[in-house]
């Protein structure tokens, strides 16, 4: 989508236009819940995700396309995945992860493989993981990193290393081979 029809929909979903809040929604939603999946967890992926567009609906009439949509949609993501860990961490609980019920071996690893990276990747620096979400899951790019998360692209760099070296740590200390 290119910046004038970006411009036209943002304009629409100002006004109240159902259609096109429902199109940013299609548009956004799916890339949201991955990174609300890898920030916040599985269990806690779709209330973060709800919170993450009620919070951009009502701040839409901030954006001014200065950056690219989606990079300004990342940084409301960023900042309520941050919001959500610190509440989580002031009201911790234990959580219980459920049983895995594959029935092949293969499908039974990859899911504990896949437990493990989420549990290594909660060890991690909110700050510091999400520069690697969106590294290595969204693909972005060092500067859209840095417009979404508010920080100097330089900085973008020496995160993502501290993140994989804490990540690659964490992995380790679970077992992970």
């Known amino acids: 989508m290119d910046h004038n029809s970006t411009q036209r929909m943002v304009a629409a979903c100002i006004a109240g236009d159902q259609d096109a809040m429902r199109m940013l929604y299609e548009r956004c939603s799916q ?8 920030m916040v967890g599985v269990q806690d992926a779709d209330d973060a995700t709800q919170q993450v567009f009620i919070h951009l609906f009502r701040k839409l009439d901030k954006f001014d396309g200065r950056s690219k949509l ?5 940084r409301l993501a960023s900042n309520e ?3 959500f860990i610190r509440s989580r961490s002031r009201h911790s609980t234990d959580s219980l992860l459920d049983d895995p019920t594959g029935n092949s071996d293969d ?20 700050e510091l ?17 840095a417009d979404a998360v508010g920080i100097p692209e330089g900085t973008v760099g020496s995160r993502l290393n501290r993140a994989r070296a804490d990540l690659r740590e964490a992995l380790l200390q679970l ?3």
């Open 31 to 38: 890339r949201v819940y991955a990174q609300m999946v890898r």
């Open 70 to 74: 989606e990079t300004w949609v990342y």
């Open 81 to 83: 995945a941050l919001q």
């Open 107 to 126: 499908m039974r690893e990859q899911t504990e493989q896949a437990e493990m990276l989420d549990v290594a990747l909660s060890k991690i620096n909110p």
């Open 129 to 145: 993981r999400v520069v690697l979400v969106l590294k290595e899951q969204e693909d972005l790019s060092y500067r859209e990193i």
């Open 175 to 177: 077992g992970w081979e």
